[in-house]
């Protein structure tokens, strides 16, 4: 028979299944596409180190470039954004491999395979490709069926309504406990909405606008990202933030309790760190 406890005395209920099995799994499966998905990317952009607008190379007026030229001190890696240039010497433009300094975009510790291997690099690429589209359809498929979208992702008008205060609570690393940290908060959930149904699709579709078979059969993908080096600058920007993503994510994991954080997104048990009074048998 339910008894109320008195209100001196509640009763603690710390843990909470904050993540469903399949979250778990597609997140998993996500981090392990997304991780070799950028290494083997950054394999093919060293094969052609430079960005452009339009349908065409311009390789005199590249967006966006990294190279290396010799000076008298050896060679110096430079990155050239929209007519800018940086001295990137020693982390772009420019590896270290055998003790001996040489031209490359990114070093070979960030690529797969670490040399240059451009068709080993595309294999990588394109299975992991197609093994995150596949693991995000199931994850869509079962966050539409299951409402979780609209449950947990979506905010509601007076959520909105306190994006200042939220902003300055992330600032101040100050996270929901208890109750609240029963949902996504607000930056969560406008974090997630971005990630899932904006730079994802944005770099699968500019992807596969990148592929002269799919661009026959599809060809208003270039019309819709204005042509091939375009969608190639676009999948460059959206794989670079979801990189800034990951990192601003996990120092967040860590601020916010990593062992807590890491227990939840493995065996869906999450600590509330704080009771709340509940019936008790």
Same mark, same amino acid.
């Given at each position: ?6 209100? $001196? ?15 778990? /799994? ?9 991780? !070799? ?30 190279? #290396?030229? %010799? ?16 001295? @990137?010497?020693?982390? !772009?433009?420019?590896?270290?491999? $055998? ?29 992991? #490709? ?21 449950? $947990? ?6 959520? %909105? ?7 300055? =609570? ?8 208890? =109750? ?5 908060? %607000?930056? +969560? +959930?406008? @974090?997630? %909405? ?16 990148? *592929? ?17 080096? @375009? ?8 794989? *670079? ?6 990192? /601003? ?21 999450? $600590? ?10």
């Amino acid at each position: 028979m339910a008894a109320v406890p008195p209100p $001196d005395s509640p009763v603690a209920e710390r843990w909470y299944r904050r993540h469903a099995g399949l979250v778990r /799994v597609t997140h998993w499966i996500n981090v392990v596409c997304f991780t !070799l998905l950028l290494m083997s990317g950054l394999q093919i952009f060293n094969a052609h180190p430079a960005l452009y607008v339009g349908e065409r190379s311009d390789f005199d007026h590249p967006t966006m470039s990294i190279r #290396a030229h %010799l000076s008298e001190n050896g060679l110096v890696g430079e990155t050239l954004i929209l007519g800018h240039s940086f001295d @990137t010497t020693g982390v !772009l433009g420019t590896s270290n491999e $055998d003790g001996q300094i040489s031209q490359r975009a990114f070093p070979s510790w960030i690529t797969i395979p670490s040399n240059q291997d451009l068709a080993t690099g595309r294999r990588w690429h394109f299975f992991f #490709a197609w093994l995150l589209v596949l693991n995000g359809l199931v994850y869509l498929a079962w966050g539409g069926a299951s409402r979780h979208f609209d449950r $947990d992702l979506f905010p509601s008008g007076v959520e %909105l309504g306190h994006i200042g205060r939220e902003v300055l =609570e992330h600032l101040r690393l100050r996270f929901p406990r208890g =109750e609240a940290a029963k949902r996504y908060n %607000l930056l +969560q +959930q406008l @974090t997630y %909405l971005l990630v899932v149904f904006v730079l994802f699709p944005l770099m699968i579709l500019t992807g596969l606008t990148m *592929s002269p078979g799919i661009d026959s059969a599809v060809p208003q993908l270039l019309t819709l990202f204005g042509g091939r080096q @375009t969608g190639r600058l676009i999948h460059f920007a959206a794989a *670079s933030g979801l990189a800034l993503f990951v990192i /601003v994510h996990l120092v967040m994991v860590l601020v916010s309790g990593a062992w807590n954080n890491l227990r939840s997104m493995i065996t869906g048990w999450y $600590d509330l760190g704080q009771p709340r009074t509940t019936d008790v048998q």
